[in-house]
């Protein structure tokens, strides 16, 4: 018998929608006899994709992979906000994976069809051509059920989240304070408000939902999304990286290697995460009076007149910070290889935006966690880590999102030096089951 064949749209950009993609596809093809078609766009292309399409596509797995025609923007586009270029970006690859789809399957039939929670654009393409089609949701299930509830959310309160100062109700989550709801949702005006919110009100149309999550770390929000008025819910998680994609450029794992075991806290704002050049002092006031030990990834903030970043590290950290703290800090720009730095023996914490990714990775091994979330479904995630399995120190932040530096200290003195976190290796040896493969995903 043909093995069964599945055509997967990633989305472009962000490595958080990207990797655990990958992986879904992998085991698919590992341990269930899948044969996967990947229809990717360079749109958004991040550096570090190449090098993970290329294991992929030299993988002795059958998986095949096709690109759509590029997808041009103008200028004045380039310089739009990311959400308001991704609604564009999916109308304008909608024909295009049509295309894709109508002549694989006049080689091989297709027998069911695998996308991103933010491409739902496409099962207008999918219906048309009687394809069975599948989201794929590298985030929380409490961020489901945050959208399939979002509709009744907006019709019930009649200003925009940022300005409410009051927690609302999302069945599945505790009570959560209206500001910490996704940004996309955050201003009614906003030009892509409707574009997130039509998305999220077609996540029923799906023939199946896959989440990279497991139920010990979020069981209300799954049983909450069993309802028979949702398609079937599949936690999948925690769906991990064995090993890194990315060569240690920067030898922070030599650089672990010397340090005392658990005596490291890694610091880490995932693909995206930038900070201001104010709060990247304070940061580093609160790493240097804590007496701690880090590992930190720093990106640079965008200067007010350029829209690159900023790439010297002299530039961004306060003076003399580097010498001061040399004997015990490692500073890299823009990148580090998460996926063996989090399992390292030396690694004891890990202050994070809360990504989800990152939040399955730090939980799978282990290690505990400050939760600084910045954007996106990041403040419902620090619900989960802080408020429901208590695996990560909340940081208390002033109403523009501003963490003082002895409020990093405080948090990094009481991970690395209390006795916080006796939840976390009940979790981690779940996570490490699953990653044991007791079950293939
Ligand atoms: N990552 C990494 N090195 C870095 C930053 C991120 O390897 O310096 C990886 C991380 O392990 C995770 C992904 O990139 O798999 C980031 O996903 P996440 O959902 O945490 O955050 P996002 O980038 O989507 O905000």
Request: glycine share 6%.
């Amino acid at each position: 018998m043909d093995k069964p064949h599945v055509a997967i749209f990633p989305l472009s950009g962000g490595m958080g929608h990207f990797i655990p993609l990958a992986e879904f596809a992998k085991r698919l093809c590992q341990f269930h006899g899948f044969s996967i078609t990947l229809i990717i766009s360079k749109w958004f292309w991040t550096s570090q994709q190449p090098a993970l399409l290329e294991r992929l596509a030299s993988s002795a797995l059958d998986i095949r992979i096709t690109e759509i025609p590029h997808i041009t923007e103008d200028e004045d586009e380039q310089k739009m906000k990311l959400e308001t270029r991704l609604s564009k970006f999916m109308l304008n690859a909608k024909p295009h994976v049509e295309d894709v789809l109508q002549s694989l399957r006049s080689s091989s039939p297709i027998s069911a069809f695998i996308t991103d929670l933010f491409c739902t654009e496409l099962l207008d393409v999918t219906t048309k051509l009687k394809v069975p089609s599948y989201l794929f949701v590298p985030s929380s299930a409490a961020s489901v059920c945050f959208m399939l509830h979002l509709p009744k959310l907006v019709s019930e309160i009649n200003v925009s989240f940022k300005d409410a100062d009051f927690e609302v109700e999302v069945p599945g989550l505790p009570p959560i304070p209206a500001t910490d709801l996704p940004t996309p949702f955050q201003e009614r005006s906003d030009s892509w408000f409707k574009w997130f919110l039509n998305n999220a009100s077609r996540i029923k149309e799906a023939s199946g939902v896959f989440i990279n999550t497991f139920a010990e770390l979020e069981e209300e929000a799954i049983k909450t999304l069993r309802t028979p008025s949702t398609p079937p819910i599949y936690p999948i998680g925690p769906l991990l990286v064995t090993e890194s994609d990315t060569p240690d450029e920067s030898s922070c794992l030599k650089w672990l290697d010397e340090q005392p075991p658990s005596s490291v806290l890694f610091v880490a704002f995932g693909s995206f995460g930038v900070l201001s050049r104010e709060q990247i002092t304070d940061l580093a006031i609160g790493l240097e009076t804590s007496g701690h030990r880090f590992l930190w990834v720093l990106r640079g903030f965008k200067s007010e007149d350029s829209s690159s970043l900023e790439t010297d590290i002299s530039q961004l950290l306060p003076e003399g910070f580097e010498s001061r703290t040399r004997d015990r800090g490692l500073v890299l720009l823009n990148w580090a290889p998460q996926i063996p730095v989090l399992p390292h023996p030396s690694t004891g914490g890990f202050l994070s935006h809360c990504g989800w990714n990152s939040t399955v990775e730090s939980v799978s091994h282990g290690v505990p966690m400050i939760a600084w979330p910045l954007f996106a479904e990041q403040g419902i995630n620090k619900v989960i880590l802080v408020k429901q399995n208590q695996v990560a120190i909340g940081l208390k932040m002033d109403n523009k999102g501003f963490v003082r530096g002895e409020e990093v200290e405080r948090a990094v003195r009481e991970l690395m030096e209390g006795e916080f976190l006796s939840e976390m290796s009940g979790l981690s040896t779940i996570a490490a089951n699953y990653l044991g493969l007791t079950r293939k995903f």
